[in-house]
């Protein structure tokens, strides 16, 4: 690692956490992917290479572009590594307890200079960061699926973020293209309290058998002029990941029958129908 003050550490090569490595080394970071085993990030780094890949072959970016952006990655399987980086994100599964233990490990990893954010869709910032010796330096950056196409990303102060580290993760964003919007530490905080009920009243419609899933999405995308359609979102994002951030939301706001929970995406979640990252969700994926 050339210079750890300009290293980037993202947590999990997951969905998320592969796209954000992605837009920090494109970012021009060096930015070094962790996950808990060798084999779950060799494919979070093979999805990248074929993403910029699919970049050249479009003519987005540059053989040599790819071939750099391509040597800024690396990776570890150890913590201890992001000693001295300016920035960490955690994009691990969501689970609160293993959130906040990362962070208490790395707390005491990392010096007073290294800003640590949570990925978190649904948790408060402040809950992650209980328990940490420098909650100062702990706040959100909450991205989009998928990380290297979606500009936005939410920063959120939890209580006790200072606003220096506001300033800097803003700056931080800036600086790796992205379009920064303050959030407080409100349930959901902007964006997906807001995206809730285009999930559960889709969910609500196929339960009450009122339109398929194939209508509903179409309907959206064609009339709504959406990108996506909710199951196709659903699919994308993760029927588990999903499913978790409106039972987080759902406690948060204190059983708000507004935010209840669909029992058709929980049987999902129960039947491993997690989406396209297991090959079926609402839709069946990598069969013609
Ligand atoms: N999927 C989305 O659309 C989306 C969007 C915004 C935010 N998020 C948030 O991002 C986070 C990650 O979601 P995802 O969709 O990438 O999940 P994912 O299941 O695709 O990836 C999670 C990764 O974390 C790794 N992991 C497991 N245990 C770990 C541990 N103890 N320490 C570190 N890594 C560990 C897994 O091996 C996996 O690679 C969650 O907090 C989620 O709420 C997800």
Do not use: W
């Amino acid at each position: 690692m050339s210079n750890k003050a300009e290293s980037i550490g993202v947590i999990g090569a997951g969905t998320m956490g592969a796209g954000i490595a992605q837009v920090a080394a494109q970012g021009g970071f060096e930015t070094h992917l962790y996950d808990i085993k060798q084999e779950f990030i060799d494919a979070g780094l093979a999805r990248i290479y074929s993403f910029l890949k699919g970049s050249r072959e479009r003519g987005k970016i540059s053989a040599e572009e790819e071939k750099r952006i391509a040597e800024r990655l690396t990776s570890t399987t150890q913590l201890e590594d992001f000693k001295g980086f300016s920035l960490v994100i955690e994009a691990a599964p969501e689970i609160l307890e293993l959130k906040r233990d990362i962070f208490k490990r790395l707390d005491a990893i990392c010096g007073s200079e290294t800003l640590l954010a949570t990925n978190t869709s649904s948790f408060n910032v402040t809950a992650i960061a209980a328990g940490a010796a420098h909650p100062e330096r702990i706040l959100g950056l909450h991205f989009f699926n998928p990380p290297p196409l979606m500009a936005l990303v939410e920063v959120v102060q939890g209580d006790r973020t200072s606003e220096e580290t506001m300033e800097k993760a803003t700056a931080l964003m800036r600086a790796i293209g992205k379009t920064p919007a303050r959030a407080k530490d409100t349930p959901g905080f902007i964006v997906n309290r807001i995206a809730r009920p285009f999930y559960n009243e889709a969910l609500r419609i196929l339960g009450d058998g009122g339109a398929t899933v194939e209508t509903v999405d179409r309907i959206m995308r064609e009339a709504g002029n959406f990108r996506m359609g909710p199951f196709e979102l659903m699919d994308l994002i993760g029927n588990d990941i999903n499913f978790a951030a409106t039972e987080s939301l759902y406690r948060s706001f204190f059983e708000d029958a507004r935010v209840r929970p669909s029992p058709i995406q929980q049987r999902m979640v129960m039947g491993g129908n997690l989406g396209r990252k297991t090959g079926r969700g609402f839709y069946v994926y990598g069969k013609k």
